[in-house]
């Protein structure tokens, strides 16, 4: 398995520019997530989705759309790039949210800079 | 609202000494917590998940310790090695959704 891959590694957009950022899972997981890191601090919850079909806002989703047509595929959408989205992007995927199948796998990561 | 702090936030060891690491969360009411280590510029290996049910984890030289009465787990890593020098993160989720709350991590150096 490849587990959780992301594309682009990294990113330069100018204020306003518009992109997507992309995520894939092989591994058969249910919930997947994207994170945000700003420099020097911890991961925080951009948006999930528990299945296909399904998506919910988590701690800061502002600026951000995403969907989930397929179990593999969770995009993050940025429509209106502003320098406050520069950060490194990170997906994350899990089976479920039951014991023994919650353990949450990571990408390696986006760098986006907004200039 | 639940909160994970990390103190200190770097810390700097000789090789060969233990290494602790401590992390606080203010809602003891956590689905399971979660220690990651981070490389410079790369993404997050998971290392332990203790579930809420477990008071312990254990793999190789590193072990984990989960008191959800006090809102506290500590990673101890026996005898570091120079290689153990990254910047290591706790994650804890509340019951549904298994949304991770992140510490802001704790940077090691292990001295050669």
């Known amino acids: 398995n490849a587990g959780v891959t992301q594309t682009p590694k990294f990113r330069i957009l100018k204020i306003g520019q518009s992109m997507t950022l992309q995520c894939t899972q092989d591994m058969n997981h249910n919930y997947m997530y994207w994170y945000r890191q700003d420099p020097g601090m911890g991961l925080k919850l951009i948006y999930y989705?528990?299945?296909?079909?399904?998506?919910d806002k988590g701690e800061v989703p502002n600026g951000y759309n995403v969907s989930r047509s397929t179990t593999e595929d969770f995009p993050l959408r940025l429509e209106l790039a502003a320098p406050s989205q520069t950060s490194v992007y990170f997906c994350a995927s899990s089976y479920s949210i039951r014991k023994g199948h919650n353990e949450q796998f990571f990408g390696p990561g986006t760098r986006l800079t907004v200039l | 609202k639940q909160e994970v702090t990390q103190i200190p936030a770097a810390l700097s060891v000789p090789e060969g000494e233990n290494l602790v690491l401590n992390c606080s969360f203010t809602?003891?009411?956590?689905?399971?917590l979660q220690w990651f280590r981070q490389d410079p510029g790369k993404g997050l290996t998971s290392l332990l998940l203790i579930q809420s049910s477990q008071r312990e984890q254990t793999s190789g030289r590193l072990n984990a310790s989960l008191d959800k009465s006090s809102g506290r787990s500590t990673l101890y890593i026996a005898a570091s090695q120079p290689g153990d020098s990254a910047t290591y993160l706790c994650?804890?989720?509340?019951?549904?959704?298994?949304?991770?709350?992140f510490g802001g991590g704790t940077r090691v150096l292990v001295k050669p």
């Open positions: 994650a804890a989720p509340k019951a549904a959704g298994n949304k991770l709350t």
């Open positions: 989705s528990v299945g296909a079909g399904i998506t």
């Open positions: 809602d003891s009411a956590i689905y399971n």
